[in-house]
Structure formats: structure tokens, C-alpha cells
């Protein structure tokens, strides 16, 4: 079973358990959206934390099953966190454009490429155990 959930305040579904499947994504988590340097050489990090799940490859049936998740009401996920650990998290869901939704492979109908998502962290709910 997937290591990755998605869902609401009441339940969440592992990616691979999901209607349509969907694979485990590429996580990376940053503590800031954004680092400066400042004039002392030093580095500043603005802005909330957040978690970007990168897919390198899936179907357009797969696009459109995490497509479902889009709200702009806050929802759960289950994800790594720093220390790569599973981690509970509330989260807003950043959909990306529909024209930058992946790459459409040519050679390839019917899969994107590279689609990514960012969740921006309102809240850690607990380490998953």
C-alpha cells in the first residue's frame, strides 16, 4: 500500500487505492516558498510551507482522478516529510493551469509528463504511524 494519501477531514484513500490508481509521486518538501539573500550573505525564507508531488508520467485517467481533489476548501494528505517520514498533513491544493497541466507526449498519447502539484501546509496533524 501506497506511503501517499489524499482525502477530507473524515478519510483518506492511498494513491493506489484509489477509483483510477495513481502512482506514488516524487515529493519535495520546503520549509519556505521562497529563499533571499540578504546583505549579510545570510538566506530569509517567506512565505508557508509547502509539499510539491511531482509525476513524471500518467495517463490522462490518472490526471483527471487527482483532478477530483481540486477545492478550495482545505484537504488531507499523507506525504514525507524532511526527515522523510510519513507525515499528516491539512493542506490547500495548488492545481496547476490546464495548459501547464504536463506535457502532452506525442509519441505517447494519452500521458502527461512532469505534472506537478504544490500543497501549501496550513497545519501538521501528526506523524503517521
Known sequence: MSDY????DMSMTALDALTTP????????????????????????????????????????????????????PLRIQSRNRFDEPTIYEVLM???????DGNHMPSFQGYRKDLEIVFYILETIEEAS
Not at 494519501?5 to 477530507?8: A, L, R, S, W
Open 5 to 8: 494519501k489524499i482525502g477530507d
Open 22 to 73: 495513481v502512482p506514488d509521486p516524487q515529493p519535495e518538501f520546503s520549509e519556505y516558498q521562497l529563499m533571499r539573500q540578504l546583505g549579510d550573505m545570510s538566506m530569509r525564507g517567506y512565505g508557508p510551507p509547502s509539499i510539491l508531488w511531482r509525476f513524471p508520467m500518467l495517463t490522462v485517467e490518472e490526471v483527471a482522478q487527482l483532478e477530483q481533489f481540486k477545492s478550495v476548501s
Open 94 to 100: 495548488n492545481w496547476p493551469d490546464p495548459r501547464q
